[in-house]
C-alpha cells in the first residue's frame, strides 16, 4: 500500500518500534568496541587511516605535534601488544578513554571547508587521488 508521495505506508510506525532496538543495540556495540580498544590503550580516532582518508591525513597535519606523537606512541604499543599476544594491565584499562575524540573535529572542520570550497567552485589544497 503505497502513499500518494511514493513511500510506504506505515513506515513512521515501523521505525517507532524498531528505533529502541536499534539504540540499544548501538549501545551495546560501542560498549563491545570500547572494551577492545581499551585492551591494547587505543582511541577510537587512532583507527582512522591517513592513507585511505584525505581529510584525517589533512587532519594530523593540523594537530598539534605532541598529540601526533601521543596517537604514534599509543598505535606502537598496540602493535606491541599484538604480536606479544598481551593486553594492558587493568590499572592501565581503567585509565584509557577510548571514546575521547581528538582528530574528529579537526576532520569535520576540513569537511566544512571542503564544502565551502565545492560551493565557490575551488579545488583542495591537497587533491589528490588515492590509488
Known amino acids: 500500500c503505497r502513499t500518494r508521495t511514493g513511500g510506504m505506508a506505515g513506515r513512521g510506525f515501523l521505525s517507532k518500534l524498531v528505533e529502541p532496538f536499534y539504540a540499544r543495540m548501538a ?3 560501542q560498549a563491545e568496541v570500547a572494551v577492545e580498544l581499551k585492551k591494547f590503550g587505543l582511541r577510537y580516532d587512532d583507527l582512522l587511516d591517513p592513507l585511505q582518508n584525505l581529510d584525517v591525513e589533512e587532519a594530523l597535519k593540523r594537530l598539534p605535534q605532541e ?3 601521543l596517537r604514534n606512541q599509543r598505535i606502537k604499543r598496540a602493535m606491541d601488544h599484538s604480536m606479544k599476544h598481551t593486553e594492558l594491565s587493568a590499572e592501565m584499562k581503567a585509565l ?4 575521547d575524540f581528538y582528530i574528529d573535529p579537526v576532520v ?3 569537511e566544512a571547508e571542503n564544502m565551502e570550497r565545492a560551493k565557490l567552485g575551488t579545488s583542495k589544497p591537497y ?3 588515492i590509488p
Not at 96 to 99: A, D, G, V
Open 108 to 110: 569535520k572542520e576540513i
Open 67 to 69: 598529540e601526533v606523537d
Open 27 to 29: 549501545l551495546w556495540y
Open 96 to 99: 584509557q578513554t577510548p571514546y
Open 127 to 129: 587533491a589528490r587521488t
